[in-house]
């Protein structure tokens, strides 16, 4: 393990002494020392402690040596960016076969969405939902289906369900598409999404509904993302019809009014 050449690496980076960190952190000089020295291991409590406060995730302080760092690999850590926004890395996604040892889709019911959060990687969750086959989709790619609630994302309406296709990387997607994310806080929401990760590490999520106002996610907080496919509704959405349309529609009612005159005046 790293850890302790890491902790000394961090700590002369913000240009403390182990007194200063020890007392941000709570903690006696001695066991602070201990740490950095390999003379003692830090427990998972403390763990935590120094991740949150050094910005890096546990698994970088334990397993990696932050020596090797690239400028941009400490850019991010001083962005604080801890997701792995490109995809880089295996994202666990437990998926559901058939007899064929081909994908289904797995469904979401909105009963289990609440769970998801938990459950997204967990197989005895997943293997739980309702699954399904369409055909017409890729078999090179996964796909989820996902309860909509609420009147934010018209013409999708509360009640139906939304078929993501699943984003290894966050960085590929562009402004203006529309994808379910499952956050930490939120669990899962239908937005369309303006890609800020570049700037702010984040996303910025918008309803089509103009009455809720956008707000962004910071990718840290993001569990997945999945990219609109289609939908499945109980209703039929609103057609509304446009200028043409509806001067169109117009003379062909005038036409035939004039016609049914013509037939009258005719007996």
């Known amino acids: 393990m790293e850890i302790g050449k890491n902790l000394k690496l961090l700590r002369n980076r913000l240009k403390k002494s182990q007194g200063e960190v020890a007392a941000d952190l ?3 000089r001695s066991s602070y020392s201990g740490y950095e020295n390999g003379v003692a291991q830090p427990n998972l409590e403390s763990l935590i402690l120094l991740s949150d406060y050094y910005k890096v995730t546990i698994d970088d302080l334990v ?7 690239k400028e941009s690999d400490w850019k991010r850590v001083d962005q604080g960016l801890h997701a792995d926004v490109k995809g880089q890395k295996l994202r666990v996604l437990t998926a559901m ?9 797995e469904l ?3 009963k289990a969405s609440a769970g998801y959060t938990a ?7 997943i293997k739980v939902l309702p ?11 996964k796909y989820r289906s996902f309860p909509i609630k609420g009147d934010s994302m018209p013409p999708v309406v509360e009640g139906s369900f939304v078929i993501g296709e699943f984003v290894q990387n966050w960085m590929s997607i562009r402004n203006g598409t529309p994808c379910i994310v499952v956050t930490k806080d939120e669990g899962i929401v239908f937005k369309v999404l303006h890609n800020l990760l570049s700037s702010e590490q984040s996303f910025q999520l918008c309803s089509t509904n103009t009455f809720y106002e956008p707000y962004t996610v910071h990718a840290n907080d993001i569990l997945e993302i999945w990219k609109f496919v289609n939908y499945i ?3 039929l ?3 509304r019809m446009d200028d043409s349309g509806l001067s169109q529609s117009i003379k062909s009612l005038q036409k035939e009014v004039h016609d049914l005159k013509g037939m009258i005046k005719g007996e």
Do not use: C, Q, W
């Open 26 to 28: 709570e903690l006696t």
């Open 119 to 125: 459950g997204y990687a967990d197989p005895d969750y």
């Open 237 to 239: 959405p609103e057609v």
């Open 63 to 69: 397993r990696k040596d932050l020596s090797t760092f």
């Open 97 to 105: 076969v058939d007899s064929n040892d081909e994908e289904l889709i």
């Open 131 to 141: 699954t399904f086959h369409l055909p017409f989709l890729s078999k090179d790619r």
């Open 233 to 235: 509704s109980p209703e």
């Open 108 to 110: 979401v019911p909105m």
